[in-house]
């Protein structure tokens, strides 16, 4: 008996959200539905695809075979809307970017003027959210696109139903008061005052790390967000900030301090993310996070 392909999506949404019942409110249908439906591609199959057990369900060796092909599928589904959208009137709709300031300033800023060029049929709405708040909107459906921020040396993989492109990696740099002894090594900053950052964001995590690797708890004070707050509070001679590169140059760093770049402090990565599903990107969304690569290829970080 051949296999019918439209089951293929509900093994695939199970494969994804880790359960029958989660797949149901994915797919919008019942749990029996569901159910029916793997049995029916199981019996199709004459194999199992799906491992029962008292904690819940996986998929088996032939189930994971299955699901990739589904993937593959819905792949090219999605590259086939695409061009078929490009056959009619061209790219249209609205965008909802959201981004947090440093990633406005050096990448959604610039492609606006350039996307309008290539693109009048759709339109950009740009909103500022720091990155937990962009995230939790992205899953409800309240933004399109979002930029995120990662140390690189903690990063992690976006959850199922999302998808990350790296955008650019930015080196991390000292930005030192002259009060303080210019640091030539990296163990000479271990007895250094530092300016902390906001707890769980990407330059916070960087002086943790940085911590670690010292095999020390770094003195810290204060808890910055914006990097020109950062850069006031050295200006006031209140201790050490590690920030991007693009921080730095986009902003005019204190008469009274130094920059200085030191191996081991690692790099900021920024990425851009969207929701990934059966009909998600869009023609939009695809020409948006293709237009922001080519900006951040462009971006110089010296």
């Known amino acids: 008996m051949a296999t019918d392909p439209r089951r293929l999506a ?20 019942t749990p029996s539905a569901v159910s029916q439906q793997i049995a029916r591609l199981e019996a199709e199959e004459g ?20 699901a990739d092909a589904a993937e593959r599928i819905e792949a090219e589904l999605l590259e086939a809307h695409q061009e078929i959208a490009n056959l009619g009137e061209g790219v249209s709709g609205t ?13 959604v800023a610039p492609l606006l003027g350039p996307f309008a060029e290539n693109y009048p049929g759709v339109t950009l709405d740009v909103r500022e959210h720091e990155p937990a708040d962009a995230i939790r909107m992205l899953r409800g459906g309240d933004l399109d696109v979002v930029l995120l921020e990662r140390d690189v040396e903690v990063d992690s993989p976006a ?10 990696d930015e080196p991390w740099l000292l930005v030192v008061p002259s009060a303080l002894p210019r640091p030539e090594r990296l163990d000479d900053l271990r007895d250094m005052p530092w300016i902390g950052a ?6 916070d995590r960087a002086l943790r790390r940085l911590g670690r690797t010292l095999g020390t708890t770094l003195s810290v004070r204060h808890a910055y967000f914006d990097f020109d707050t950062a850069l006031a509070l050295v200006d006031a001679g209140q201790g050490i900030a590690m920030l991007p590169a693009l921080a730095v ?3 005019e760093a204190p008469e009274g301090a130094e920059v200085v770049a030191m191996p081991g402090l690692g790099t900021r990565r920024i990425v851009v993310r969207h929701r990934s599903t059966r009909h998600e990107p869009g023609p939009a969304v695809r ?5 922001m690569v080519e900006v951040a290829r462009d971006l110089e970080l010296t």
Do not use: M
């Open 287 to 291: 020409a948006v996070v293709d237009t």
């Open 10 to 29: 509900f093994l695939l949404a199970v494969h994804r959200s880790g359960g029958v019942l989660a797949a149901a409110d994915l797919l919008h249908v």
């Open 249 to 251: 140059r986009r902003s």
């Open 159 to 168: 959850p199922r139903g999302a998808h990350d492109i790296p955008l650019l």
């Open 95 to 107: 965008v909802t970017i959201g981004a947090f300031q440093s990633a406005i300033r050096s990448v």
């Open 47 to 66: 194999f199992p695809v799906l491992d029962r057990g008292p904690r819940g369900v996986s998929l088996t060796p032939a189930g994971r075979v299955l």
């Open 198 to 203: 906001v707890q769980n964001t990407a330059a």
